[in-house]
């Protein structure tokens, strides 16, 4: 899988009744490209892994006493 860069059309109804196209930039990937790619602007983003979730070896040693 890859980022995809691209533009996209979106037309907004007036009160006149015609349609006003809008231009935006769209950026699209899966998250953890996203968080690689991008590191500065998806700083919002928190991303978890299964891994991540899992208890730390510590953790279970603690949990076991």
């Known amino acids: ?3 995809k860069i691209y533009t996209k059309t979106k037309h ?3 009160s006149k ?4 196209p809008k231009m ?3 950026i ?4 953890h490209h996203m968080l690689k790619q991008f590191p500065g602007i998806f700083e ?3 991303h978890e892994s299964k891994r ?4 730390s070896k510590a953790q279970k040693k ?3 006493q």
């Open 12 to 14: 907004f109804k007036t």
């Open 44 to 46: 919002f983003l928190r």
């Open 62 to 64: 603690k949990d076991e």
């Open 28 to 31: 699209e990937g899966p998250v």
């Open 52 to 55: 991540s979730l899992r208890p």
């Open 17 to 20: 009744g015609t349609y006003v």
């Open 1 to 3: 899988m890859a980022i």
């Open 24 to 26: 935006y930039g769209v």
